[in-house]
């Protein structure tokens, strides 16, 4: 074993918890005039109904980005689809606070931009990490090389890098969305392993997606390591705020998780914590995860 793989969003960094922070504290204009729990509720809601009928949402969804980061992302760089998106994007998130303040029974156009504006700067001003995440990384530089394969939009998933100050610590960076191919899809697996001069055999991925990151690994090869964050310290992270969460997953992402225990995306092993990692690939090669040792479905 040489190299280790890892996914960003919900693994290294907790996406959920951030979103769930940004609404809240975009939400919280509102006060005096509306519910802001019931605001924030309904902008999540809105944003998630209004992307999926969304005219990109199928190409989208195929590179893992999601409704909360088209509320606040930069779709800059090349390519027909993100000059699309960044067309779209404007009107999706004035169109989104507009909806959820209807939902609530008010209609205001100026607080919707105020709360568009609002929820742009909450999400830009931190990228909260697993605690772990740090002293995990560091420990593995010492003896593995190490990437990142994240799914996303360029711009995007390099601005949450920029916020956590990661980038560093890994031998290489593969963004979905510039080699046009995301998790599941094998390609993106094997632009990591090719950018760090490794074979499958020698490499493992850890991710907090089964339909997602299991998948990928398995089918490029790679000994794949679930973070299953159901029955993990932080398994409510992000609680009360599914959007970004549940369509890095897909819509029925905690049941297809489980089922995929039991078919050929199985993981080969299960980690609760980042910090169970390194113990786990020192101790390789280890057995397959039984599918009867996974504790039930992960919340969204």
């Known amino acids: 074993m040489r190299a280790v793989l890892f996914d960003l969003d919900n693994t290294i960094a907790l996406e959920d918890l951030a979103t769930a922070r940004a609404f809240a504290d975009a939400s919280a204009i509102g006060r005096g005039r509306v519910d802001t729990g019931a605001l924030a509720a309904a902008a999540e809601a809105e944003a998630e109904v209004r992307w999926r009928s969304g005219p990109l949402f199928g190409w989208a969804d195929g590179l893992g980005i999601t409704s909360g980061e088209a509320l606040w992302g930069d779709f800059a760089g090349p390519g027909e689809e993100l000059a699309s998106l960044r067309t779209f994007a404007p009107k999706y998130r004035r169109a989104v606070w507009r909806g959820a303040l209807r939902r609530c029974g008010v209609v205001d156009a100026a607080l919707a931009s105020q709360l568009d504006a609002a929820f742009e700067r909450a999400r830009l001003a931190a990228e909260p990490l697993d605690p772990e995440a740090e002293a995990v990384l560091d420990e593995l530089r010492n ?5 990142l394969v994240t799914n996303g939009a360029p711009a ?3 601005a949450k ?7 560093r610590r890994f ?4 963004v979905s969305g510039e080699i046009g191919a995301g998790k599941p899809d094998q390609r993106v697996v094997h632009a990591a392993l090719a950018a760090l001069d490794v074979g499958p055999h020698e490499a493992a991925m850890v991710g907090d997606s089964v339909e997602r990151d ?4 398995r089918a490029a090869g790679v000994y794949a390591v679930w973070l299953d964050r159901g029955s993990g310290p932080l398994a409510s992270a992000g609680a009360g705020v599914q959007s970004s969460g549940a369509e890095k997953r897909g819509a029925a992402g905690s049941v297809r998780a489980r089922q995929g225990l039991t078919g050929p995306t199985r993981a080969d092993a299960r980690i609760t914590s980042l910090g169970e990692l390194p113990a ?3 101790g390789l090669p280890r057995p397959p995860v039984s599918p009867r040792d996974s504790r039930g479905p992960r919340p969204e």
């Open 156 to 158: 995007i998933q390099r």
């Open 171 to 174: 031998d290489a960076i593969v």
């Open 214 to 217: 299991v998948a990928a690994a």
């Open 143 to 147: 003896d593995y090389r190490l990437a």
């Open 161 to 167: 890098l920029a916020l956590t100050g990661l980038a």
């Open 280 to 282: 786990l690939l020192a």
